[in-house]
């Protein structure tokens, strides 16, 4: 269900629990089933070794599918206003992730990579489509600095 055979999480708060158990930032991932530039990237830049190796152990994976049709539990179903007012019922899982997606970081497109510390703090820049593994590298290792940086501000 992860992309060559990672491990990753699949709802925002069971990766969170995983990034706070572990310490590591988490990689958030904005997909779809139907994203032909998400499976580009998870088949040419994620398989690179530097790039696949930052991923699996630098990072907590939480790959949140946009056009997921699964209906949420009905606790969880809820009517929501958006930042410019409009009403939206949250019926899908994709609904509540694309929600997420657009009210957060006012971007709907797919694919979409946030790096985020365990507490939610936003490490570096989120980034698109990125076809170019050394820049995705580089855009992985600007997280993993940020997040060194919040641990010694912490340990100070």
């Given at each position: 269900?992860?992309?060559?055979?990672?491990?990753?999480?699949?709802?925002?708060?069971?990766?969170?629990?995983?990034?706070?158990?572990?310490?590591?930032?988490?990689?958030?991932?904005?997909?779809?089933?139907?994203?032909?530039?998400?499976?580009?990237?998870?088949?040419?830049?994620?398989?690179?070794?530097?790039?696949?190796?930052?991923?699996?152990?630098?990072?907590?994976?939480?790959?949140?599918?946009?056009?997921?049709?699964?209906?949420?539990?009905?606790?969880e179903q809820r009517d929501y206003t958006t930042c410019t007012g409009q009403q939206k019922r949250l019926v899908t899982k994709g609904n509540k992730w694309s929600t997420l997606q657009t009210e957060t970081f006012i971007n709907n497109s797919q694919p979409y990579?946030?790096?985020?510390?365990?507490?939610?703090?936003?490490?570096?820049?989120?980034?698109?489509?990125?076809?170019?593994?050394?820049?995705?590298?580089?855009?992985?290792?600007?997280?993993?600095?940020?997040?060194?940086?919040?641990?010694?501000?912490?340990?100070?």
């Amino acid at each position: 269900d992860c992309p060559n055979g990672l491990d990753c999480y699949h709802d925002l708060e069971a990766g969170l629990a995983q990034a706070k158990a572990t310490g590591k930032p988490i990689l958030l991932d904005f997909t779809g089933y139907a994203c032909v530039n998400c499976r580009k990237m998870e088949e040419h830049v994620w398989p690179v070794p530097v790039v696949q190796s930052k991923i699996e152990k630098e990072y907590v994976l939480v790959s949140l599918y946009v056009d997921d049709k699964t209906e949420l539990p009905a606790a969880e179903q809820r009517d929501y206003t958006t930042c410019t007012g409009q009403q939206k019922r949250l019926v899908t899982k994709g609904n509540k992730w694309s929600t997420l997606q657009t009210e957060t970081f006012i971007n709907n497109s797919q694919p979409y990579y946030a790096l985020i510390s365990p507490d939610g703090v936003l490490l570096t820049d989120p980034v698109g489509y990125t076809p170019d593994a050394q820049d995705y590298g580089d855009f992985l290792q600007r997280g993993v600095n940020a997040m060194k940086e919040l641990n010694k501000r912490a340990s100070k």
